[in-house]
């Protein structure tokens, strides 16, 4: 079977390293190549990849606002190659949903053993795209809702702020972690912004709002 591998890099000495080494070594495994941030998100949404190996320091946007565009509507694995180390910039790469962080200088044969991995991984696993809590539906390629039954047409933030909320029902995000999902880490403002949206969100529900929990000095959740 063969895999497709999107690879957001713009050093073309790695990307050619990394497509040579593939080549030889895995070649059921197909490498398409995006040179900044802008083309690797239109790579993303155009075609159904299996992993993406991102840079973060990217022209145009960096790998870590790219990966909050890509959370915000699908699942596909992610693993970051960067020569960002310091562990702020890994522990926030994890909070931004991805799945591995690989430090330059990195080994070529632990890279490749580490998109098997996730390969594997998420192969026998359907990843549903259309997310159900109690009455509300998200289709999150579509980018379509329905609450109660009737189709609800929301601004992209509060679109942004319900998908990230119901990917884990229950669960509490903080405010610090929506803003950052939903608006990217270079946004500079108050985190209350997440409650005026959240509170237009909520109206916009009708009836199922009320399923958009306030966790006291914590943040949200989203409960049946």
Request: aromatic content about 8%.
């Amino acid at each position: 079977m063969q895999y497709h591998i999107l690879m957001v890099e713009d050093d073309a000495k790695i990307r050619e390293a990394i497509e040579d080494y593939f080549s030889e070594k895995a070649p059921d495994c197909e490498v398409d190549v995006a040179r900044d941030g802008a083309e690797g998100l239109e790579k993303v949404e155009e075609k159904a990849y299996d992993v993406v190996l991102l840079d973060v320091m990217l022209p145009q946007m960096s790998g870590f606002d790219m990966l909050v565009q890509i959370r915000r509507t699908m699942d596909v694995p992610v693993i970051f190659m960067t020569a960002r180390t310091s562990e702020d910039d890994r522990l926030y790469g994890y909070k931004l949903g991805c799945d591995d962080y690989v430090c330059k200088p990195f080994s070529m044969a632990e890279l490749l053993a580490k998109v098997n991995a996730l390969i594997k991984r998420s192969k026998g696993m359907v990843l549903d795209d259309v997310l159900t809590c109690g009455e509300i539906e998200l289709h999150r390629r579509a980018l379509t809702v329905k609450a109660c039954g009737k189709e609800v047409d929301l601004p992209p933030k509060e679109l942004a702020i319900l998908s990230i909320l119901m990917e884990r029902p229950g669960w509490t995000f903080s405010r610090d972690t929506l803003l950052d999902r939903a608006w990217g880490r270079d946004y500079f403002g108050n985190d209350r912004v997440v409650d005026n949206h959240v509170k237009k969100l909520r109206a916009s529900l009708g009836d199922a709002g009320a399923q958009i929990k306030t966790v006291f000095a914590k943040g949200y959740k989203i409960t049946e």
